[in-house]
């Protein structure tokens, strides 16, 4: 699968702009920090969820000054033999028109049927050093390319625990007081919630560990190859393990965590509060590894990502690579072009390619323009 | 501006759900430009409805109260929001019909979804329709609902089954689950609608978690 064409008006700091990156080698995006290079990015990101990567709101997407945006894309799959066309129009106070093939998207997840891509930005140094928060979403986000229904399974959590929290506070409000029994419909109404939750939440837990298993021997390869330049030889080792925030079974911690949850008007207990944690050589990455390992840990954690989703749809995402080289050395960037995935790429750099690296297209930005 | 009487209009047209202040708007200009007649048609169906709808005292069922039974019931003694017609008397036509078998009750969460179980042709027991379902996001505890109303029922009725058909989505589930922890200690069977297959809930999916609930929803589950 790849982009074809991309056109945008008024998206961000472009007027107007077109863009054929090459379908299968690496496309190099050229342009001084702030020339919006990674609002291309951006854009094609939108393209492929219909939303913001950087969670912006849609209308901070349309240029200052219009009032409505496009972006269009050609998506071409040769495996199926199919060339659709995504229409995207944001508008300033309307809700976002997305077609696919001429007609109005659905489900956002039915995008994913068409596009998927991988982005890798400077930002995801979070998901390293960053709070569990965000490796959650790293782990989920992945989850729902690979089967795109688990996308329902995690509204479902979603949905259960803010039903869960706003009956925990309607306790709080009622003037309930910890140590006082509890009126039997809301003991009733909490064993029917904790049933749901934990019913949803082992389903996630299992998605969860099932991923992190399949992903853990991809990510040990993929770092392996990046830091290689760096330590020749040297053969760190980087694993993944999934740390539940309670202990099993999650029935049983749910009851356990209710007196407390009781108090604090928030559900303390259940997948919504678990962590993945990542290890280089048995320590943790998060605290006991230096800034160049943490980067590196943070792009093989995309790129991994990326090669697992490439399997299991027997095609590869597209793959997006946003200022890569400003957060890896030399050796390191070599590494990174010398062990880049098949498939489409397109990456940004303020700077000069790494040496002996010849892209199959480069296009220069400046004042929101693109030169190819 | 608009002159005092068509921002009433518009503002109890916005009122409806579904209704946003645009459509409320059009919808009233809509209105001013049709025939008088057209206009007073729509605004005596409302007041007739409101004067012969009311519950069923029984399974709380929309029920029409037949015309001539209720000599003194004008809008001008209703003013208040309560449903007009003597909540005491009505029966649904559901209830009122001698063929239908009391000992099955199949409990649902809206009036309207009566009418989509009378439409499979299926079901010949009668009827509870509890008013929604729990949801603690809107303020919807099980003592919002008509649960009280239901275990009255059970004793004095006769009756043998209870059949859960809330909405298959997560609220729906949860109220059904509610309801078979609560029956569970009285001499009845307990079932529930095979629920999770894509039938028309807000989540359409066919995992593990759906099937699983597919398979639960055919087994008899208390009783
Ligand atoms: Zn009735």
Redesign the interface.
């Known amino acids: 699968m790849y982009i074809e064409h991309l056109s945008l008006v008024d998206f961000r700091s472009y007027a107007q702009a077109e863009l054929a990156p090459s379908p299968t080698g690496t496309t190099v995006v050229v342009g001084r920090n702030g020339s919006g290079k990674t609002n291309l990015i951006e854009a094609i990101g939108y393209l492929a969820t219909s939303k913001s990567l950087r969670g912006s709101p849609s209308e901070a997407l349309i240029k200052i000054g219009a009032t409505t945006a496009v972006v269009r894309g050609q998506v071409v799959c040769p495996e199926r033999s199919r060339r659709v066309g995504i229409d995207a129009q944001l508008r300033i106070g309307a809700r976002d028109l997305v077609k696919v093939a001429g007609q109005p998207l659905r489900r956002i997840g039915d995008l994913s049927e068409v596009v998927v891509v991988t982005v890798f930005s400077p930002a995801d140094l979070d998901l390293v050093q960053g709070g569990p928060a965000g490796r959650r979403a790293y782990i989920d986000d992945l989850a729902v390319s690979l ?1 795109g ?2 996308a ?2 995690y ?2 959590l979603e ?2 625990l ?3 929290n ?2 925990l506070r ?1 306790v709080q409000i009622s003037g309930w007081k910890p140590g006082r029994t509890l009126p039997v ?2 003991v ?2 909490l ?3 904790d ?2 939750l934990v ?2 939440g082992e ?1 996630v837990v299992k998605t969860r560990r099932d991923i992190v298993a399949q992903l853990g021997p991809i990510l040990a390869v993929t770092y392996c190859q990046l830091a290689e330049g760096d330590r020749p030889g040297s053969r760190s080792s980087v694993a993944l393990t999934y740390r539940p925030s309670w202990d099993a079974p999650l029935a049983d911690a749910v009851l356990r965590a209710r007196s407390d949850d009781l108090r604090r008007g928030v559900t303390g207990c259940g997948p919504q509060r678990d962590d993945l944690e990542l290890t280089i050589s048995g320590m943790p990455s998060r605290t006991h590894a230096s800034q160049g390992e943490q980067r590196t840990a943070a792009l093989a954690l995309r790129l991994a990502g990326h090669r697992l989703l490439t399997e299991s749809r027997g095609t590869a995402p597209l793959l997006l690579l946003d200022d890569v080289f400003s957060e890896l050395d030399a050796a390191r960037s070599q590494a990174l072009m010398e062990n880049l995935p098949t498939g489409q790429t397109i990456l940004t750099t303020a700077g000069q390619l790494p040496e002996g690296i010849t892209p199959a297209a480069v296009v220069k930005v400046s004042n929101g323009r693109l030169e190819q | 501006m608009y002159t005092a009487a068509v921002q009433d209009l518009i503002d109890e047209l916005g009122r409806l759900p579904g209704i946003g202040p645009k459509s409320a708007q059009r919808i009233a200009f809509h209105l001013l430009s049709v025939s008088k007649d057209d206009a007073l048609r729509l605004a005596h169906s409302i007041t007739v409805a409101k004067e012969r709808v009311s519950w069923c005292r029984r399974c709380f069922n929309i029920a029409e109260v037949q015309a001539g039974l209720h000599p003194g019931s004008g809008l001008a003694q209703h003013a208040a929001s309560e449903p007009a017609g003597d909540a005491h008397t009505v029966l649904c036509d559901i209830c009122r019909d001698a063929r239908r078998d009391p000992k099955v009750i199949c409990v649902v969460e809206e009036s309207r979804d009566v009418v989509a179980m009378e439409k499979t042709r299926e079901f010949r027991g009668l009827y509870h329709v509890l008013g929604g379902a ?4 809107d ?1 919807i ?3 919002k609902l008509r649960v009280r109303e239901l275990i009255a029922r059970i004793s004095p009725e006769g009756v043998e089954e209870v059949i859960l058909a809330t909405n298959p989505n ?2 729906g ?2 109220t059904a ?2 309801l078979t ?2 029956l569970e200690h009285l001499p009845l069977k307990v079932t529930q609608l095979a629920s999770g297959l894509p039938v028309g809930g807000d ?7 759906t099937l699983g609930r597919a398979l639960e929803g055919r087994r008899t589950i208390g009783g």
Do not use: F
Request: overall charge negative; cysteine-free; proline content about 4%.
């Open positions: 089967v229904r688990r329902a399974m509204a479902e949905r259960v803010k039903q869960r706003s009956l309607s419909d809301v009733s109404t064993d029917v919630w049933h749901k019913e949803v389903l | 729990i949801s603690p996001i303020g505890g099980p003592d997560i609220e589930e949860a689950l509610y922890k609560l989540l359409e999916y066919a995992d593990e978690l």
